[in-house]
């Protein structure tokens, strides 16, 4: 299984609502990441986990909550989002921690705040 | 600030034809890689080429790497419509994968 599974596929949420995004992959990999990414512009880094800890955050605002609960799962938990947080986002995978090999990507979440 | 900058941005050819496509970058790097991207989807991996290595080859793929100008470029040959997509070159700094801006490739029938 090659596969990292991001849910749900599209998400449409209110100013003031809480939501979660959730991330899988059983490849036995070690780091996990968030991107986030805008219409017609590349990824941009959020959150780095490597073995199940917090190793990168690329400065992103406490509305933005990530969690590992296991080597499996990825989380992130989302708060109070203003509409420009409208955004692919998406989740990545890889054996370990220092990009030494290629990255496996979700077909990511599509985000709506309204 | 993003590491990587790509061009052309955009590049529409035929069916049959190569396309090539360039990426420079600010940093010293452990790895590039291209991934593809399909309709604002999930990203695909394409090839990884490490910091020691010139050239590397995936099928229709060739990818070089000249760490000296900080560039590297990514060819397509005889290209299908199939491949329309959005390709980025990414370099892995200090555990961190950072993506440059991306060409868009229109591949006609």
């Known amino acids: 299984d090659t596969e990292v599974t991001q849910t749900p596929k599209h998400l449409v949420m209110g100013m003031t609502n809480k939501k979660s995004l959730k991330c899988e992959q059983h490849?036995?990999?070690?780091?996990m990441y968030w991107y986030k990414q805008k219409a017609k512009k590349p990824p941009e880094l959020m959150f780095v986990?490597?073995?199940?800890?917090?190793?990168i955050n690329e400065s992103v605002p406490s509305r933005f909550s990530p969690e590992c609960p296991n080597s499996s799962l990825l989380n992130l938990h989302l708060h109070a989002l203003q509409p420009e947080d409208s955004a692919l986002y998406l989740c990545?995978?890889?054996?370990?921690?220092?990009?030494?090999?290629?990255?496996?990507f979700g077909q990511g979440t599509r985000l709506t705040v309204v | 600030s993003q590491q990587g900058e790509e061009d052309p941005q955009a590049l529409s050819i035929q069916e049959g034809e190569n396309a090539t496509m360039n990426c420079s970058y600010k940093?010293?790097?452990?790895?590039l890689q291209w991934y593809r991207q399909n309709s604002g989807r999930g990203l695909v991996h394409l090839i990884l080429?490490?910091?020691?290595?010139r050239e590397k080859h995936s099928g229709r793929l060739r990818v070089t790497l000249d760490t000296s100008k900080k560039s590297s470029s990514l060819l397509i040959t005889a290209s299908r419509a199939a491949d329309t997509a959005s390709y980025f070159c990414?370099?892995?700094?200090?555990?961190?994968?950072?993506f440059g801006q991306g060409t868009t490739l229109q591949v006609k029938p």
């Open positions: 080429i490490r910091s020691n290595e």
């Open positions: 986990y490597s073995y199940e800890k917090l190793s």
């Open positions: 940093t010293s790097i452990n790895n």
């Open positions: 990414a370099t892995a700094v200090t555990g961190k994968l950072i």
């Open positions: 490849m036995g990999h070690r780091a």
């Open positions: 990545a995978s890889s054996p370990w921690g220092q990009m030494n090999t290629e990255a496996f």
